[in-house]
């Protein structure tokens, strides 16, 4: 998932870790896009985002022997049912996107209009959304008004081999 540091000004980045690259704050963000990595309220909003489904249990993100948390009853449940229908996904925009780029929340349509998922967030050509796993690898596209958007989803390659079914 790459690193992120925090070092003195001046450091020889390349000694603290061979090979690394600097970047700025959105090289950043579409690495993380890139790799489906949730971060923050835009791509985990508070009462709607659920563990599973935003990939947390992949990240050693939830304990499944652990104590009381919020929301343990759930989570644990659907663990160990084995049952996961939709998954934050990265997805990419192969087309320029209209100049109000897309908005938070857009509903995601299959291409024969069956609603597949919801966009999180992004920038440029790379986002992440929350998609039905049963829908992920066909055409997929977003309806802006006169716009439509298409937008293609791709699994992680770091998720677990099984996750990707």
Not at 45 to 67: C, D, Y
Not at 124 to 150: F, M, T, Y
Request: glycine share 12%; proline share 8%; hydrophobic share 40%.
């Amino acid at each position: 998932m790459g690193w992120r540091l925090i070092a003195k000004k001046g450091a020889n980045l390349s000694e603290i870790i061979p090979g690394s690259q600097v970047g700025d704050v959105q090289d950043y963000h579409r690495h993380r896009y890139k790799q489906g990595i949730p971060e923050g309220v835009k791509d985990l909003p508070p009462g709607i985002a659920l563990p599973l489904e935003s990939n947390l249990a992949f990240m050693n993100g939830i304990s499944f022997t652990k104590g009381c948390y919020i929301g343990q009853e759930l989570t644990a449940r659907t663990h160990h049912m084995g049952v996961i229908r939709k998954r934050l996904l990265p997805v990419a925009f192969p087309e320029p996107l209209p100049a109000a780029g897309i908005p938070e929340g857009a509903d995601i349509l299959t291409e024969s209009g069956k609603p597949a998922g919801k966009f999180r967030a992004g920038g440029g050509e790379l986002g992440i959304a929350l998609l039905r796993l049963a829908h992920a690898n066909e055409p997929l596209c977003i309806n802006l008004g006169e716009d439509r958007v298409k937008l293609k989803a791709t699994t992680p390659q770091w998720w677990p081999k099984a996750a990707a079914k």
